[in-house]
């Protein structure tokens, strides 16, 4: 079963940084790709950017936070991570982790919610001007 547990979200101001953490359990590398989602209030859940557990530095974002976040993990810690910098005040929002196995992946494609089986409880962000 696997397990998703986040952590790091918090208020700041615009311009300014956070680092959200995911201890995640209960997968086997190289066959489940990792990602963030988040929901902003009022707002369908919107996909933010997601990683292959396997490796080869394959990780994707949506163009809304391309160069500004980076996801990465430490198979180590069993530990997903996403660095939110020059946060803006339409970043505020609860954020989730979300696991996907790769045959769902790869049928519906890394940006759909219905792709990802298991999620966090989620952790909120709030991004003021």
């Known amino acids: 079963q696997v397990q998703l547990v986040e952590s790091g979200g918090g208020s700041v101001q615009a311009g300014g940084s956070l680092r959200l953490s995911c201890a995640a359990s209960?997968?086997?590398?190289?066959?489940?790709?990792l990602g963030w989602f988040r929901q902003a209030a009022g707002k369908e859940r919107e996909w933010v950017a997601s990683l292959f557990t396997g490796g080869g530095d394959r990780t994707y974002y949506a163009d809304s936070v391309s160069g500004r976040f980076i996801i990465s993990q430490d198979n180590d810690k069993n530990m997903l991570y996403l660095q939110m910098n020059s946060l803006k005040p339409e970043d505020t929002a609860m954020y989730y982790c979300?696991?996907?196995?790769?045959?769902?992946?790869?049928?519906?494609?890394?940006?759909?919610?219905?792709?990802?089986?298991?999620w966090g409880q989620g952790t909120q962000v709030t991004v003021s001007s």
């Open positions: 979300a696991a996907g196995d790769i045959a769902a992946i790869l049928r519906f494609g890394v940006r759909t919610r219905g792709s990802y089986g298991y």
């Open positions: 209960g997968y086997t590398d190289s066959t489940y790709y």
